[in-house]
Every structure is written in C-alpha cells, then in structure tokens.
C-alpha cells in the first residue's frame, strides 16, 4: 500500500502525462481514482444513471483540463473530486430536482466518520482530512461535510440551518480556512 505522499505523486505525474494526452496514463489514472469519484456522484445524484453519466463528463473534463492542475494548490485526489462534485451540482441544477431540505441537524449522525472496516480502503489523507475536520467547531464541520457530500448550495444550507445566508458563507468560509492551515502542517 502507497503512502500519501507516494499516491500524490504517481497521480500528479499522471495527470501531467494526460495533459500530454497520454492515453496509458489516463487509462491508469481511471482505474485509480473511477470508484472513488463514482462514490461521490451517487452520494450526491439521485439516480444512479445520472451518477454513471457524470462520471464521465468528469473524465472528459480531465482529459480536456489536466494542464489546468496545479499541485501547489491541491492534492490531485482532490482536484478530481471537486470536478465530480461540481459536475454533479450542475447535473442536479439542469435536472431541477427537489432535494435536500431537511434540517441539517438530523444529517449531523449521517455525516460522522465511519469506522475502518478494511484498512487497506482508509488512506494518510482520509485520516488526516477527519482529523482536521474534527479540530473544527460542530456547525462548521456539519455544512461543510454536507456541502461537499451531499452537493448543498449556500442557500439550501442557510434555510436548512435557519441562518442569514452572509452567516452561513462566513461559517463555511473560516471553516474552510481552518481546513487548509490544518491539512497544510
């Protein structure tokens, strides 16, 4: 099993070999990081053909776009589950569908880290990643978690949460903040 810093780089070198459209690498970099993203778009769609669909938009998107990765800004894994996720929110504004309007407070257990069933499945990052968004205050590690799980707007999560939408973009804001200055020690 590759450490973090090991994952990071064999992905980042196959990101720059696909920005040189290098079909083997971006072959490898498919089956690398496809279940992971795959996961993120049926957390956050609906209908799993509609998750299967933006999977693919995604790597087309990073077949067209991996010049525009920068590894001083963020871990590769990272930069391709932004792309998911945000494929994923376009896919749900297009299709108009009606979700996420319950309370977030009842989401709060939803969201808890889950217990290692396969250490092999946990990685450094993931454990690092829970570890910084446990050091954050309760309301802030709950919007951001269900921001980026579940695909929320900062207007679905200021209603959910009965905020000012200002308070729910400052809360997301600082916490994100607090995020990176953790995840960058």
Request: glycine letters at 4%; proline letters at 4%.
């Given at each position: ?5 090991e ?16 079909r ?23 209908q ?20 525009l ?14 792309i ?12 108009g ?16 880290p ?35 799980f ?36």
């Amino acid at each position: 099993m590759m450490d973090a810093d090991e994952s990071r780089q064999l992905l980042s070198g196959m990101l720059r070999a696909v920005a040189n459209h290098d079909r083997s690498a971006f072959a490898a970099l498919y089956r690398l990081t496809s279940a992971k993203l795959f996961g993120i778009c049926l957390r956050m769609l609906p209908q799993r053909s509609d998750a299967e669909d933006v999977l693919q938009e995604v790597y087309v998107t990073v077949w067209h776009k991996a010049t525009l990765y920068d590894g001083q800004r963020a871990s590769p894994i990272t930069w391709l589950a932004m792309i998911a996720r945000n494929k994923s929110i376009d896919r749900l504004r297009v299709s108009g569908v009606e979700r996420h309007n319950e309370p977030i407070e009842l989401l709060e257990r939803m969201h808890e880290p889950e217990p290692a069933s396969d250490p092999v499945e946990i990685d450094a990052e993931r454990r690092r990643l829970d570890q910084c968004l446990a050091a954050l205050e309760d309301r802030q590690r709950c919007v951001i978690r269900t921001a980026f799980f579940d695909g929320c707007t900062y207007e679905e999560l200021a209603s959910r949460s009965g905020v000012p939408l200002g308070t729910m973009k400052s809360w997301i804001r600082r916490g994100l903040l607090r995020l990176k200055e953790c995840l960058e020690k």
